[in-house]
């Protein structure tokens, strides 16, 4: 029985139908050589951790991840939902774990328009603007990342008036060594307007599907730009309206220490965003830069033969194609910029492994909490990783 | 990163290790390489800071000098590992440092889920808030919604949530990495007032350009027992330890300094001559010198000689002698008989 199963199926074998168990038999080789190393890698990792719980155990420190449930008892700075310190260490470390995610997010779409702006530019035909572009790209990637963000931290903290003293562009925007203060809205009308401005996203990404096959069946041309405006406007409004305009501009006034009210950027998350961002759209640049220079020459001339501008020439014609060359050096620009972001610790925004060490010297459970860390990464890297392939595919020439 | 590395070193360490701990180890282990391993604090001026030479100096740097003068009958046999405050007790823990003498507070949770032991006190601290004198703050009660400086992963972390919500006002913490950075944020004007426990602020303070700008408000927010720490397992190293640390302010009870010790010698004291081995067996029990108190006091000084020249009235820090006097001058410092 296990021999059938092991062995190939008809199809793959083609006319060899039993198998033979000698050791000239490369495929039984094969099979044999990798049963023994899955075994040898078994040992090991077994050998490791029972090991190391013997002398946690033998040197009397606790282990497990019991701690988790614990009365966490430090605050943190900033966080995307409710916490305060009588909650548990493991809701301490979703608040890392979304603070962590949403710095990524945010930076890889702002490193990706900043990269792409940049790699275009770095081609560039006027030569003050290539210029300029090159010696960005130069400086960014030769500056290590930290004293990046130790330059931005104290271009915010030493630099910018104290809280008292804010700069104010516009009214009740306040830039201070606090951070940013924006007025925000409050009351249940967000709700309404965000769902409003989720509909409208959802339709304008249908639209744009609709008219491309429109496009490319009978050649007519939609007017998707201002119909998006439109909608974007629109849905959010009436979800207003039907709310029953429900909501106050929540303004930030300075009382006691600081600011309150309104929305804040901390100047520890400004300073690791504008570290990230500034950083990875350097090295974006040149690969967005690489991916245009792959597209063939003659693409450019045959486009331009049929009268199409530089910019139209660049935009139906050249990124297209430079899409299928750029994903997967991207892919790795965007794995970067997510485990780049645990150097946050050094700044004082509270990600994952700010808040995790915090956990952890506190506990004193150092292989659970670096467990926790390398888990959380692991899981964030291998999804964009997954989900890179599966556009990669989707964008890949198919050849017939 | 380098952080992660260490931690992750040790885990390491501790994965292949392959005998458990038994009583003696680290005794034996030290004795047997020469020279004492001591976790010690990158840099805290008073406490421990390498001077311009490269010479570590301060008080938890003169345990270390009088634990090698213990086992060594020489105070230079030993070396320092600078740890940070998430790489101290793994260090400790996976045996790459044999001592803790890193101004670090002894609680129950540490002697019970780490592994660990405190030997004692050889600082009486506090847990305090500094703030810029042109804030105007009298009192750390005035604090609401303010934004406070922290080090990340201490004992003060904790404290400072548990002292704001029993006063019911509100903080925003921004968590630091090192003392220095946090001092330095809060120079900047990121944070009102940054909190640590009260020598460190005062050395802060001492290290800061303008030392007259900043005020140590007067609330304490927590008892600070920072002291030596060991492994558990091995009773002999633990007590080697304790009992440096007994005879540096036995000395300093009876009047025992580094300069009059050769007469005390002579004393007709009897309590004088069993500490300084003069009269009775009182080392050997430990499995050292008898003469190691001496040895203590000749190289390193007694516990008031090492205060006064790193943290009390001969240092940059001028800190008040206060908890940390002896018990027969209004302190705590209580030294379990040498008998």
Same mark, same amino acid.
């Given at each position: 029985m296990a021999g059938q199963d092991l062995a190939p199926s008809p199809r793959a074998t083609g006319a060899r139908r039993a198998r033979r168990w000698s050791w000239n038999d490369p495929t039984t080789r094969a099979i044999i050589y990798q049963v023994g190393l899955l075994l040898l890698v078994g040992l090991l990792i077994w050998y490791l951790a029972h090991?190391?719980?013997?002398? @946690?155990?033998?040197?009397?420190?606790?282990?497990?991840?019991?701690?988790?449930?614990?009365?966490?008892?430090?605050?943190?700075?900033?966080?995307?939902?409710?916490?305060?310190?009588?909650?548990?260490?493991?809701?301490?470390?979703?608040?890392? @774990?979304?603070?962590?995610?949403?710095v990524s997010v945010v930076g890889i779409v702002a490193a990706t328009v900043l990269g792409t702006l940049l790699g275009i530019g770095?081609?560039?035909?006027?030569?003050?603007?290539?210029?300029?572009?090159?010696?960005?790209?130069?400086?960014?990637?030769?500056? #290590?990342?930290?004293?990046?963000?130790?330059?931005?931290?104290?271009?915010?903290?030493?630099?910018?008036?104290?809280?008292?003293?804010?700069?104010? #562009?516009?009214?009740?925007?306040?830039?201070?060594?606090?951070?940013?203060?924006? #007025?925000?809205?409050?009351?249940?009308?967000?709700?309404?307007?965000?769902?409003?401005?989720?509909?409208?996203?959802?339709?304008?990404?249908?639209?744009?599907?609709?008219?491309?096959?429109?496009?490319?069946?009978?050649?007519?041309?939609?007017?998707?730009?201002?119909?998006?405006?439109?909608?974007?406007?629109?849905?959010?409004? @009436?979800?207003?309206?039907?709310?029953?305009?429900?909501?106050?501009?929540?303004?930030?006034?300075?009382k006691g220490f600081n600011f309150q009210g309104g929305f804040t950027v901390t100047p520890e998350m400004f300073a690791l965003l504008a570290g990230l961002v500034t950083y990875t759209a350097a090295y974006i640049a040149e690969v967005v830069r690489s991916g245009i220079?792959?597209?063939?020459?003659?693409?450019?001339?045959a486009a331009a033969s049929i009268g199409l501008s530089r910019a139209r020439v660049l935009r139906f014609v050249i990124l297209p194609q430079t899409m299928r060359v750029v994903i997967p050096p991207m892919t790795s620009q965007y794995l970067n910029l997510v485990k780049n972001s645990s150097l946050a610790v050094a700044i004082g925004y509270p990600d994952i492994v700010a808040v995790t060490n915090t956990i952890l010297?506190?506990?004193?459970?150092?292989?659970?909490?670096?467990?926790?860390?390398?888990?959380?990464?692991?899981?964030v890297s291998l999804s964009i990783s997954l989900f890179m392939n599966w556009y990669n595919k989707r964008m890949a020439l198919v050849e017939r | 990163m380098n952080k992660a590395l260490t931690l992750l070193a040790a885990g390491v360490a501790l994965a292949f290790a392959s005998t458990a701990a038994q009583a003696g180890d680290t005794y034996n282990a030290v004795k047997k390489k020469g020279f004492v391993q001591c976790g010690i604090n990158p840099g805290l001026p008073g406490f421990s800071l390498a001077d311009s030479k490269g010479v570590w100096k301060g008080l938890d740097i003169d345990m270390c000098r009088a634990i090698a003068a213990t086992v060594f009958g020489d105070a230079s046999k030993f070396k320092v590992t600078p740890l940070t405050t998430q790489q101290r007790f793994t260090a400790l823990q996976s045996g790459e440092v044999d001592v803790l003498t890193r101004n670090s507070t002894a609680t129950i949770a540490r002697d019970t889920t780490l592994g660990l032991m405190s030997t004692g006190?050889?600082?009486?601290?506090?847990?305090?808030?500094?703030?810029?004198?042109?804030?105007?703050?009298?009192?750390?009660?005035?604090?609401?919604?303010?934004?406070?400086?922290?080090?990340?992963?201490?004992?003060?972390?904790?404290?400072?949530a548990d002292w704001f919500r029993s006063h019911k006002i509100t903080y925003k913490p921004v968590v630091i990495e090192t003392s220095e950075g946090g001092f330095r944020t809060f120079e900047a004007g990121r944070c009102d007032a940054t909190t640590s426990d009260k020598s460190q602020l005062a050395a802060l303070r001492a290290s800061s350009s303008a030392p007259d700008d900043f005020v140590i408000l007067p609330e304490d927010f927590?008892?600070?027992?920072?002291? #030596?720490?060991?492994?558990?397992?091995?009773?002999?190293?633990?007590?080697?330890?304790?009992?440096?640390?007994?005879?540096?302010?036995?000395?300093?009870?009876?009047?025992?300094?580094?300069?009059?010790v050769e007469q005390m010698l002579k004393s007709d004291n009897p309590n004088v001559q069993r500490?300084?081995?003069?009269?009775?067996?009182?080392?050997?029990?430990?499995?050292?010198?008898?003469?190691?108190?001496?040895?203590?006091?000749?190289?390193?000084?007694?516990?008031?000689?090492?205060?006064?020249?790193?943290?009390?009235?001969?240092?940059?820090?001028?800190?008040?002698?206060?908890?940390?006097?002896?018990?027969t001058k209004g302190g705590v410092m209580y030294a379990w008989p040498i008998r």
């Open positions: 090991n190391t719980l013997r002398n @946690l155990a033998a040197r009397n420190i606790t282990t497990g991840f019991d701690f988790l449930q614990q009365r966490a008892g430090f605050s943190i700075g900033e966080s995307a939902i409710e916490y305060s310190p009588t909650d548990s260490y493991g809701r301490a470390v979703l608040v890392g @774990l979304l603070n962590t995610l949403m770095r081609l560039a035909r006027n030569s003050l603007v290539s210029g300029l572009c090159g010696i960005y790209i130069e400086v960014m990637r030769n500056i #290590p990342l930290l004293l990046q963000l130790y330059f931005w931290y104290a271009l915010v903290t030493e630099v910018m008036p104290s809280a008292r003293k804010a700069f104010s #562009p516009l009214p009740s925007v306040f830039i201070s060594n606090r951070g940013l203060r924006l #007025p925000w809205l409050q009351g249940n009308a967000i709700e309404w307007m965000l769902g409003g401005l989720a509909l409208a996203i959802a339709a304008c990404l249908l639209l744009s599907h609709w008219s491309r096959r429109r496009q490319e069946a009978s050649g007519r041309s939609f007017a998707l730009l201002p119909a998006c405006v439109a909608l974007l406007l629109a849905l959010p409004a @009436l979800g207003w309206w039907i709310s029953g305009a429900g909501f106050v501009v929540d303004r930030p006034v300075l220079q792959a597209v063939n020459k003659g693409q450019w001339e010297n506190q506990t004193g459970q150092a292989i659970e909490g670096i467990a926790i860390i390398m888990a959380a990464y692991l899981v | 006190t050889n600082y009486y601290d506090s847990q305090g808030v500094i703030v810029k004198k042109s804030l105007g703050v009298k009192s750390a009660s005035e604090l609401d919604g303010a934004s406070v400086c922290v080090l990340q992963g201490t004992t003060t972390e904790l404290n400072l927590s008892k600070e027992p920072l002291g #030596p720490m060991v492994r558990q397992g091995d009773d002999e190293w633990f007590m080697v330890v304790r009992w440096t640390l007994n005879a540096m302010l036995e000395a300093e009870e009876y009047g025992i300094t580094s300069k009059n500490i300084l081995g003069v009269n009775g067996e009182m080392g050997k029990g430990l499995g050292v010198d008898n003469r190691w108190a001496y040895n203590i006091v000749k190289q390193v000084g007694n516990y008031g000689e090492s205060f006064d020249r790193n943290v009390g009235k001969d240092s940059p820090l001028k800190l008040d002698r206060g908890l940390n006097a002896q018990w």
